[in-house]
C-alpha cells in the first residue's frame, strides 16, 4: 500500500471516527466544556490512535460493532494530555491555531483536559470492560511519569540514550500501543497476538518520535511547520545528537557541550556547526537506522496473522513513518 492509497483510507475512516465523537459528545451539557473540548479535538490532527484500534480489530476478522466507541477513548486520552501539555509549557500554538489555553485560560482548559482524561476511562470501560480499562490506566500512569522524568532530564545537560528512551516510551509509544492492543483484544486476539500487536505499536510510537527528531535538523521547513534546528536551539538532548556524543572525538565533543551549556541566541548562531559534527559522526544516519530497526521488528512480529489484507495498512502506516517529511 502506497502512501497515497493510505491516506486516502486513513482519511475515509477519520469521517467515521468523528461521526462517533460528534455522536458521543453530545452528552456535554456545559457550553464552554464543549466549546474547549471541540477546540481541542475537531482543531485538526491525524486520528492515528482509534485508527490503529480499528485496524488491529480488524487483523482477526471484522471488528465488532462498538470497536469505534473504544477507539475513540485514545483519541480523547490523546487531546487531554495536549491540552495539559500546552498548559504546562504555556505554549501559545498549536497546529497553526491559538492554543485553549490562550483562548480560554489555564483553569477551564485543566478541567477540559481532566473531563476527557476521565470520559476515556469510563467509555473504555464500557465497551472494552476490564482489559480496555487496564490498558488505559497504565498508558496514562505511563504518560504522566514520562512528564516527570522529562522535567528531570531538563536539569541536566547531557542525558543518556537510555533516559531519551525512557521519556519517549511513556511520552508517545505507551498510548499508541495501548491502542493497538485494546483493538485486538476487543476482537478476541490471542495473548501472542496481544503481544504483536503491543510490540508494534511500541515500536511505531518509538520510530516516529526519531524520525520527528531528525525532520528538525534535515527537514523543509515550509513542510515540517518549524524552524529548521529548533530543538537544539532550545538545548534538546534528541537521538542524532545523543548518538553523536558518544561517538565523538574529545575536541568535537567539547564543542557540543559548550553549545548545550550556551544561551539560546548562542545556539542559534551555530546551528551549521552543530549540524556537521553530527553529520561527521553519523548522528542523523545511526539515528534513522535505529528507527528502522525498530519497525522492522514491529512488522515481523505481524507475521502471525498470516497473509491477510488486513496488515496492508498497519505495513503501510510504518512506511510512511520512514519517508515522511512533515
Request: hydrophobic content about 45%; proline content about 3%; charged content about 20%.
Amino acid at each position: 500500500m502506497n502512501n497515497g492509497e493510505l491516506l486516502a483510507l486513513f482519511k475515509e475512516k477519520s469521517v467515521r471516527i468523528d461521526a462517533v465523537m460528534e455522536a458521543d459528545l453530545a452528552i456535554v451539557e456545559s457550553p464552554l466544556l464543549a466549546q474547549i473540548i471541540r477546540h481541542a479535538i475537531f482543531q485538526g490532527g491525524k486520528r492515528i490512535r482509534p485508527l490503529l484500534t480499528l485496524l488491529a480489530a480488524s487483523l482477526v476478522g471484522d471488528p465488532p460493532a462498538d470497536t469505534a466507541r473504544l477507539a475513540i477513548s485514545f483519541e480523547y486520552l490523546h487531546a487531554a494530555s495536549l491540552l495539559h501539555d500546552d498548559v504546562i509549557d504555556h505554549a501559545t500554538l498549536r497546529r497553526g491555531a491559538k492554543t485553549a489555553n490562550t483562548l480560554w485560560g489555564m483553569e477551564p482548559v485543566i478541567l477540559a483536559g481532566d473531563y476527557l482524561h476521565a470520559h476515556a476511562m469510563a467509555l473504555a470501560s464500557e465497551v472494552g470492560g476490564p482489559t480496555a480499562m487496564a490498558l488505559i490506566g497504565r498508558a496514562t500512569a505511563a504518560m504522566v511519569e514520562s512528564e516527570f522524568l522529562q522535567m528531570h532530564n531538563a536539569q541536566e545537560i547531557l542525558i543518556s540514550e537510555e533516559k531519551y528512551f525512557q521519556v519517549l516510551m511513556g511520552k508517545t509509544a505507551a498510548l499508541i500501543a495501548a491502542a493497538c492492543e485494546a483493538g485486538i483484544g476487543h476482537n478476541q486476539g490471542t495473548a501472542e497476538q496481544r503481544a504483536a500487536l503491543r510490540t508494534y505499536g511500541t515500536n511505531l510510537g518509538l520510530a516516529f518520535q526519531i524520525v520527528d527528531d531528525l525532520l528538525d535538523y534535515l527537514g523543509d521547513p515550509a513542510k515540517t511547520g518549524k524552524a529548521v534546528g529548533n530543538d537544539f536551539q532550545e538545548g534538546k538532548m534528541t537521538l542524532p545528537l545523543i548518538k553523536t556524543l558518544a561517538r565523538a572525538e574529545a575536541k568535537d565533543r567539547e564543542v557540543l557541550v559548550g553549545l548545550l551549556k550556551a544561551t539560546p541566541q548562542e545556539r542559534s548562531g551555530q546551528q551549521a556547526l552543530a549540524h556537521t559534527i553530527i553529520e561527521k559522526y553519523q548522528g542523523f544516519a545511526l539515528a534513522r537506522t535505529q528507527a528502522e530497526s525498530l519497525l522492522a521488528e514491529a512488522l515481523a512480529g505481524l507475521a502471525i496473522f498470516g497473509e491477510t489484507p488486513a496488515k496492508a495498512p498497519l505495513a503501510g502506516l510504518a512506511h510512511y513513518v520512514l519517508s515522511r517529511d512533515k
